[in-house]
Each structure stands twice: as structure tokens, then as C-alpha cells.
């Protein structure tokens, strides 16, 4: 039978415990995850270093062979034909992340007819937890790692 592959796209700036959630939960759906970080090293507005963050997610899933990651500047529905993905997976706090990935998902079915958008709803733990708000404390000295899966 043919693997399950799915793509987790995002910009992961940084990658938190909400991220983490929807990968493990992933791995009980998809054979393979490939996490692909969006990004375009020409104009880099990026607040944590792009390598400093590859670093971190391939050391928070040290122990899983499945799950690689990949950094990419590109249509994330021609990402997904490069890496035989069928699926797009992604989260949703609450309705305002359904708003956003109901747009971005019917382009990406206009894209790409062959990859289905599968989503999970964030466990009550990390539904608070969103990227800006980290980067936007971390700004200020605060401190974020109860947020984080790996130390900064
Ligand atoms: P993007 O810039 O593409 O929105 P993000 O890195 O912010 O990328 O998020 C990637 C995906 O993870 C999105 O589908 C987003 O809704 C989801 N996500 C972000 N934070 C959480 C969370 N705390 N719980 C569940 N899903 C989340």
C-alpha cells in the first residue's frame, strides 16, 4: 500500500507546543510528516534564525525517523507533489484559524485537486498558544518556555 504522506506547512517562527501537539497526534493518521518551514532566505524577516529552528524541531523529534524536516520557498501545493504528499495538515484554535485555513485550503484544492487538507483541533493545553504571542514576550525578556517543546 502506498505511504501516508503528509506535509505540516507553517512559518513556525518558533515552533511551539501547539505545533508539537498536531505532529504526534499526525502520526497516528500518516506513515510519514514532513514539516516544511516556509521561507525565503531573500527577504529573511524571520525573528528566530531559521537554522536555529531546524535545529530545534529535528531535536524534538530525534526519536522519530518519520518525521523529517525541509524548509521551502515555493507553492505549498507543488511542495507537496516534490514529496509524494496526499495530505495538508494543519490546526485550528479557534474560528478565526478556520476562517484563514478555509481560504487557504480551497486554493490549495484549486492548486493541487490531488491533496486533501486534514485538520485537527488543538488539545485544550496548547489553545492558547500561538507563535506572535511568544515572539512578541520573548521581545520583552519574558519568559516562553513553558511554550516551547526544547529549550531556547
Ligand atoms: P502559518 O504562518 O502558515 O499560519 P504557523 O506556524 O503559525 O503557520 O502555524 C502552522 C499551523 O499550525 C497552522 O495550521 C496553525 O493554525 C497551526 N497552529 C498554530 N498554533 C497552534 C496551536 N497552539 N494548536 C494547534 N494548531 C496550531
Redesign the pocket.
Known sequence: MKKRIALF????DPF?K??Q??VLRGLNLFDEIVIAIGYNSQKDQRYFKIDFMIEKIQETFAKYPQIKVVTYSQLTADLARKYEARYLL????NTT?FEY?NSIAQVNRHLNAELESVFLI?SPP??A???SIIREVHRYGGDVSVMLPYSL
Open positions: 506547512p507553517g512559518s513556525f511551539t501547539g505545533h501537539d498536531i494543519r490546526g485550528l484554535r484559524d485555513e488543538t496548547f489553545a498558544i500561538s507563535s
